[in-house]
């Protein structure tokens, strides 16, 4: 189980930005989910261990930025930019590491879950 720790988030005007940031135990693949009231957990973006390989969700390509350290020592901890940030992107976002999943699809299955954090966005 990887443990990780989760900081960032909070309340900003429809058009703002904020930064996710997420550490991670070990270097493995991580990325971040979200659930809004009332809906369903949804992927959001997940990069691969070595930053080599990302994936976005289509409702937030072009406005969010996943990131990683680049040294050895950042290298377990995951960024998400959120800029242009939408009511609709108000939720409870979820930092998630160790991929279970292999292939096109290793993004869609992790095995550590984050506490959440929640990001709200005001119209």
């Known amino acids: 189980q990887v443990q990780l720790v989760e900081s960032g988030g909070g309340l900003v005007q429809a058009g703002g930005s904020l930064r996710l940031s997420c550490a991670a135990s070990?270097?493995?693949?991580m990325g971040w989910f979200r659930q809004a009231p009332g809906k369903e957990r949804e992927f959001v973006s997940a990069?691969?261990?070595?930053?080599?390989?990302?994936?976005?969700?289509d409702s937030v390509k072009e406005r969010f930025t996943i990131s990683r350290g680049a040294t050895r020592t950042t290298r377990n901890t995951a960024y998400l930019q959120m800029n242009s940030l939408k009511p609709e992107d108000t939720a409870v976002y979820y930092c998630?590491?160790?991929?279970?999943?292999?292939?096109?699809?290793?993004?869609?299955?992790?095995?550590?879950w984050g506490q959440g954090t929640r990001v709200t966005v005001s119209s």
């Open positions: 070990s270097i493995v693949a």
């Open positions: 990069i691969t261990f070595n930053g080599g390989s990302t994936h976005y969700a």
């Open positions: 998630v590491a160790n991929a279970r999943s292999s292939g096109s699809s290793w993004w869609t299955d992790f095995g550590s």
